[in-house]
């Protein structure tokens, strides 16, 4: 639940899925920096998780190397997600420090 003023709102099960995403961030950016080539700020992934939390599908949304693929999968896939009600997909981009 988040404080919002004197309201309280409850996360969307989206928005609680973006912000459980962030957790796997650092693990993004070594995979941006070992197989991503050019690629230094950012990193756009469409990701399906089902209602029990679990990644089943990463999309990357540029062309890239099936070694970036795979290694950004594996990292997303690496922990559970919060549960929700159905299935979820979601467009999540990863900004990683420059320099």
């Excluded at 969307?12 to 920096?33: F, I, K």
């Excluded at 890239?64 to 997303?76: W, Y």
């Amino acid at each position: 639940m988040v404080r919002h003023g004197l309201r309280d709102r409850t996360l969307s099960s989206a928005d609680a899925l973006r912000r459980d995403l962030g957790s796997v961030r650092s693990a993004v950016e070594v995979c941006a920096a070992r197989h991503g080539g050019n690629l230094v700020a950012e990193l756009a992934v469409r990701v399906q998780v089902s209602a029990d939390g679990v990644g089943e599908r990463v999309t990357l949304s540029e062309p890239s190397s099936p070694a970036l693929i795979t290694c950004v999968t594996r990292a997303i896939q690496s922990r559970r997600y919060t549960p929700g009600p159905a299935a979820e997909t979601v467009r999540h981009v990863f900004r990683f420090r420059q320099g």
